[in-house]
């Protein structure tokens, strides 16, 4: 059977099969057939129909420059045509010269079997490295098939197309070649028995992190992700020091060909430092908090009410907001991602998971490392591959990792850590803005004691905070410092942060300690040194969000800080800003333990919803905690 017969065989036939099984049924028949199959399918030139770009809807050509600045203010933002007013920012979704027009075609699927194997996945955000008081900058993030990558090699990169109208995203926007990455890993113990021989290895997708800067702060905009092929005048990727991304713009004609593309999906940036959405939008800030979420079926009620809370943003009216709450603009997601453990197909699982719901595409997801995204690797003796190449968080600077030996593990185990961790910035720690709150994301795994390189960032970090524009501080790591629960209750990553981070916590009125870790739920009144004090911090565990709920108390009766506190339910938290003074604080509960789970009988009669007071603006003799609302 030649190509085209096959092709259109598995064409046809695909139509009978579920989404999945027939981009595997494609990616099959690319294996089988070979690179250079694949090649005669994709290649315009084999059309036996006289073939012409204007023709052909996968084929534009851009006019366009890559900004190559390598001074002065970033070359990330848009510029005008006026190289002397290279520092005035341009809204993206602008419609003039400095935007790039795509000459008013929009690009159509590719009917062939490369726009199904080869289309992005997994895509997702991240709030970008770049805020200040008119714009802002958000990563989008997406992946291509192993398969795909190997076939095109260097002559395929990956793209946004992004735009303030739906029908003109008239911007494409590339990464650096330093935000292309794949990774191979050894295959666990487990998987390696039930391998075909000579297979050994776990080979990862292509994944691209596309930081798009000059949005304007609080705005929508939308966007898809494409995979291009360039064409004989060759895309000219060029790195700067300055730039994080190229944007085409008028100048050299370039030509380049869309393998395959996503569907269109939108985000909203977030508000300036210091402000709050503006009209239309016109609305408080809502964070989720989660951790230790994995695939389960528990996970899936976690992440399905995590979407029904997310559409609830689509209705803006106040009646709405006022009886119903309003939708999840930012998710904080404290560690122990995917429960993979070094098994990457795991990794992909949980991705998967994560696509079937339109919030992942929509949300920026900022994650904390858990212990169980280390992923060791026991032959190759690397860390984090999977944290540090499917994710792009707003780093610092590049991460650091130097290779773990087997000792820093308890008895072989690789899940338990048993000190600190060679890997420092990238993803490990980092911080950013989200309109009047501050974000420290830390690392429970890599050194934070005094000295430390992640010590001595946080100082900075708290010291430079400025509280009149970001007046809420928000804190988030994987362990916790307060637990009511015995499990790891006694590791150094527990004690050490409560000898050393603790105190700078309260010199400088974090407002909120977020982590997971513990397998349960719990909330404590304002804390410092083990008593209730106006101006400590709250300490929250949101480590019930779908791997288990089943952690035994340290004590039958809860200690004198703890508020709230329940090992039966899953489920995640909500933290509602509404002004500088005042939060509010819920826990969603998802699904509770059944027959079939090993865990606690529910308590269905435990809630927690209730109003916060800043502590930045109490007085020490004052009592913080507003009264509770119903649920």
């Not at 006022?322 to 453990?341: S, T, V």
């Not at 430390?452 to 928000?474: C, G, M």
């Not at 004590?555 to 995640?572: A, F, I, L, T």
Request: glycine letters at 6%.
């Amino acid at each position: 059977m030649n190509l085209h017969c096959l092709i259109t065989s598995a064409t046809t036939l695909s139509k009978y099969l579920p989404e999945m099984t027939a981009i595997r049924l494609y990616i099959a028949i690319v294996v089988l057939l070979g690179v250079g199959s694949v090649a005669d399918a994709t290649s315009p030139t084999t059309s036996s129909a006289v073939h012409s770009d204007a023709d052909d809807r996968h084929l534009h050509r851009w006019r366009s420059y890559i900004n190559r600045r390598t001074t002065g203010t970033s070359a990330d933002a848009l510029y005008t045509d006026d190289d002397e007013n290279d520092d005035a920012l341009n809204d993206i979704d602008s419609h003039d010269a400095s935007a790039v027009p795509l000459h008013d075609v929009t690009p159509q699927y590719n009917s062939g079997h490369a726009a199904v194997a080869c289309r992005p996945r997994h895509v997702h955000l991240s709030v970008g490295r770049n805020q200040n008081t008119t714009h802002t900058s958000m990563t989008v993030s997406f992946s291509v098939r192993s398969t795909c990558s190997r076939h095109y090699a260097d002559s395929a990169i990956g793209a946004v197309r992004v735009g303030g109208d739906a029908q003109q995203m008239s911007t494409l926007v590339f990464g650096n070649v330093d935000d292309v990455r794949s990774y191979n890993a050894t295959l666990s113990a487990k998987k390696l028995k039930h391998a075909k021989q000579g297979i050994t290895h776990y080979f990862s997708d292509v994944h691209f992190h596309i930081e798009i800067d000059g949005l304007r702060s609080g705005s929508r905009y939308y966007y898809e992700c494409l995979y291009l092929q360039e064409g004989r005048q060759n895309l000219r990727r060029v790195q700067t020091h300055n730039a994080s991304n190229q944007y085409l713009r008028h100048g050299d004609d370039v030509q380049v060909k869309i393998i395959a593309q996503s569907d269109h999906s939108t985000f909203i940036t977030p508000p300036s430092p210091g402000q709050w959405y503006a009209p239309p939008l016109d609305r408080t800030l809502k964070f989720a908090v989660l951790g230790d979420l994995a695939t389960r079926s528990h996970s899936r009620e976690t992440v399905s009410k995590l979407e029904q809370n997310r559409l609830s943003s689509e209705d803006n009216t106040t009646d709405y907001r006022l009886h119903h709450g309003q939708g999840i603009d930012c998710i904080l997601l404290a560690g122990d991602i995917a429960y993979a453990n070094a098994d990457h197909e795991v990794w992909d699982s949980w991705m998967d998971m994560m696509s079937d719901y339109d919030f992942f595409k929509m949300i920026p997801v900022q994650i904390a490392i858990g212990n169980h995204d280390i992923d060791y690797d026991s032959t190759t003796l690397e860390i984090g591959l999977a944290y540090e190449n499917r994710f792009r968080m707003p780093q610092v600077q590049p991460a650091i990792r130097s290779l773990a030996p087997n000792d820093l593990f308890h008895h072989g185990d690789k899940k338990q850590v048993k000190d600190f961790l060679p890997y420092q910035y990238g993803n490990a720690f980092y911080s950013f803005t989200f309109g009047p709150s501050k974000h420290i994301v830390l690392s429970s795994y890599s050194s934070f004691l005094p000295g430390s390189v992640q010590y001595e960032w946080l100082l900075s970090e708290l010291k430079s905070t400025d509280r009149s524009i970001t007046p809420w501080l928000i804190v988030m790591l994987h362990c916790p410092i307060y637990t009511t629960f015995d499990h790891h209750h006694d590791e150094i990553f527990i004690t050490e942060a409560r000898i050393h981070l603790e105190p700078i916590f309260v010199e400088y009125v974090v407002n909120f300690v977020l982590s997971g870790h513990i397998h349960s739920y719990m909330r404590t009144v304002p804390t410092a040194n083990s008593t209730a004090h106006p101006r400590g911090p709250i300490y929250i565990i949101q480590g019930n969000g779908g791997r288990q709920a089943n952690e035994p108390f340290m004590n039958e009766v809860p200690e004198e800080w703890v508020k709230v506190r329940d090992h039966s339910m899953y489920g995640y938290g909500t933290l509602e800003l509404f002004n500088i003074t005042h939060a509010k604080w819920r826990w969603v509960k998802t699904g509770y333990n059944n027959a079939n789970d090993k865990g606690y009988q529910p308590e269905f009669g435990i809630n927690d919803n209730v109003w916060i007071s800043n502590q930045l603006y109490v007085a020490n003799d004052e009592y913080l905690e507003g009264e509770s609302v119903s649920s």
